[in-house]
């Protein structure tokens, strides 16, 4: 059963943890359902304003992809919503950003001196990791680290990046929607692999520079196996792999914009058909897969 009307459901955005790819999945939901998006500066829909007038007339749902600066606590909007938000193992998170610091390139004002000091990973620990993404700082509104559970438990789901499948699975119970809903392509290149020697001086500095955001990311996982063992384990694992399986499915047909055309059977351009800003492309594709029978659930 879906949301019911009048429901709300509020997105707050973490860096680098699946965050796109959550976002375009709840775009999505908001589409096929009818209901409103907004967003953190002005409230909007896909496809200019004649398309945001029509869905507004029955509105029943909100998705917030709320800005950094945002965070429940400071948010009486967010009385009475569904909460759903997103993290990732920081030592990863911080490793990945040193890496993208050595490589360089156009940065703003904000990088610069971290991308200028990454020749010395020890001194780029401890001057630039945690300064512009914390995930902590983006989720905790005025309160301070010793309240990491209230964080927690004021989510009604903190999907965890490295469990992505799984994450998703919880959020179609959350949200009360099929499992087809939440198949997507990827919009993102894949992420180049980078090499460098991690000293355990540099492994150690980043670990004491992110150790509230290391026990967020504990409570979370702790918090989503809650969840799933509620909802069956076992359960969980078949969803998340039909969920998998179709997502791959979906990528091969609709991912390029060759492939789309022979499921379309028309000139069609995947970029353009994102429901905003190269969020949650490839739309009328992915309907198209669903009303012709191609996505469906496999038995394992």
Same mark, same amino acid.
């Given at each position: ?19 796109? #790819?959550?976002?375009? /999945? ?50 009486? #909007? ?15 998170? #911080?490793?990945? %950003?040193?890496?993208? %610091? ?66 998703? /699975? ?40 992110? %150790? ?27 969803? #998340? ?17 060759? %492939? ?33 029978? /191609? ?6």
């Amino acid at each position: 059963e879906a949301p019911e009307i009048g429901t709300r459901f509020f997105f707050i955005r973490t860096k680098d943890p699946a965050s796109t #790819a959550m976002a375009s /999945v709840l775009r999505r939901v908001a589409v096929r359902y009818g209901l409103v998006i907004a967003d953190p500066r002005r409230r909007t829909s896909f496809r200019g304003d004649a398309d945001f007038h029509e869905v507004a007339q029955g509105k029943c749902v909100d998705a917030l992809m709320a800005s950094t600066s945002r965070a429940p606590w400071l948010d009486k #909007a967010f009385r009475g919503g569904l909460r759903l938000t997103t993290v990732r193992d920081p030592m990863k998170r #911080a490793i990945d %950003a040193f890496r993208r %610091a050595q490589q360089g390139g156009s940065c703003t004002k904000d990088c610069a001196l971290c991308w200028a000091i990454a020749a010395d990973p020890v001194s780029w620990a401890f001057h630039c990791n945690d300064v512009h993404d914390a995930q902590f700082e983006r989720l905790r509104g005025s309160i301070g680290p010793e309240h990491l559970n209230e964080v927690i438990q004021s989510y009604d789901l903190v999907a965890v990046g490295e469990r992505y499948w799984e994450s998703l /699975v919880v959020l179609r119970h959350v949200l009360g929607i099929p499992l087809v809903d939440l198949v997507g392509v990827s919009e993102a290149p894949p992420t180049p692999v980078f090499t460098s020697q991690a000293t355990g001086e540099f492994l150690d500095a980043i670990s004491e520079r992110n %150790a509230v955001d290391r026990r967020l990311h504990w409570l979370a996982n702790r918090a989503l196996d809650g969840k799933i063992d509620i909802l069956g384990r076992g359960r969980v694992e078949r969803e #998340a792999h039909s969920l998998e399986e179709m997502s791959r499915l979906a990528q091969s047909m609709c991912g390029s914009l060759s %492939a789309a055309r022979k499921v379309m059977g028309k000139d069609y351009d995947p970029d353009v058909d994102c429901l905003w800003k190269g969020e949650a492309c490839a739309v009328d594709c992915l309907e198209e897969l669903r009303r012709g029978g /191609v996505l469906q659930l496999t038995p394992h």
